[in-house]
C-alpha cells in the first residue's frame, strides 16, 4: 500500500480488481480546504482512459509491473512466442496481449513485455520499426486526388499509406502507435 502522495507517471494501481497506469498526475493544494492529487490513468487491459481524483495522503493499493527484453521467435496459431534475452526462457503470449503490435513485429525483433504476477499486460514496441514494402501499385504521375499517397503492404502484412515514389523492395521507418509511415531508410 502507497498513499495518494507517491503517484508519478506510470505508476501501476490497483483498483477495483482492474489494473490502471498512471499517465498524468498534478498535486493541488487550492488556497481553502484540502490537498488532492488529479490523474489521468489509462486501464491495461481495456486501453479506457478515465480521470480519478484522490485526496491527499489517501491510500491506495500499487501493483509491481515486471518489464523484460524479449525477442520474438514465432506465431504459433492464435498465440506469439517469446524469448527472454536474459534467460532464454520462452513465453506464449495471447494475441489479445499482443493487440495491434503483431502489425510492426519480425521474427528476432525485440520488445518489451510488462507482467503483473506472471500475466502478461502489455507489449512495448520501440517508437518505430524499419519494414520492407513488399506490394505497393505503381504511383501515377499526376494522381493528387488521394493527396500524393498510395496504399503500401509491408512484409509483415499490415498495410501503411506511403508517398507515390516509394516502390516495392524499399525500406520504410514506420510509427510503431500510429502506423505511419515516417520517411525511406538507406541501406
Do not use: C
Amino acid at each position: 500500500m502507497a498513499t495518494s502522495n507517491d503517484i508519478k507517471n506510470g505508476t501501476v494501481l490497483k483498483i477495483d480488481g482492474n489494473l490502471w497506469s498512471v499517465i498524468e498526475f498534478q498535486h493541488v493544494k487550492p488556497g481553502k480546504g484540502g490537498a488532492f492529487v488529479r490523474t489521468k490513468m489509462r486501464n491495461i487491459t481495456s486501453g479506457k482512459v478515465v480521470d480519478k481524483t484522490f485526496n491527499a495522503g489517501a491510500k491506495v493499493e500499487t501493483a509491481t509491473v515486471d518489464r523484460s527484453e524479449y525477442q520474438y521467435l514465432y506465431k504459433d496459431g492464435e498465440d506469439f512466442v517469446f524469448m527472454d534475452n536474459d534467460t532464454f526462457d520462452q513465453v506464449t503470449i495471447p494475441a489479445a496481449v499482443v493487440g495491434d503490435a503483431e502489425n510492426f513485429m519480425l521474427e528476432a525483433s525485440n520488445a518489451t513485455i510488462a507482467f503483473n504476477e506472471g500475466t502478461p499486460l502489455y507489449i512495448e514496441l520501440p517508437p518505430s520499426v524499419v519494414l520492407e514494402i513488399t506490394e505497393s501499385a505503381p504511383g501515377l504521375q499526376g494522381d493528387r486526388s488521394t493527396g500524393g499517397t498510395k496504399p503500401a503492404t509491408v512484409e509483415t502484412g499490415y498495410q501503411i499509406q506511403v508517398p507515390l515514389f516509394v516502390e516495392e523492395g524499399t525500406r520504410v521507418k514506420v510509427d510503431t502507435r500510429t502506423g505511419d509511415y515516417l520517411g525511406r531508410v538507406s541501406e
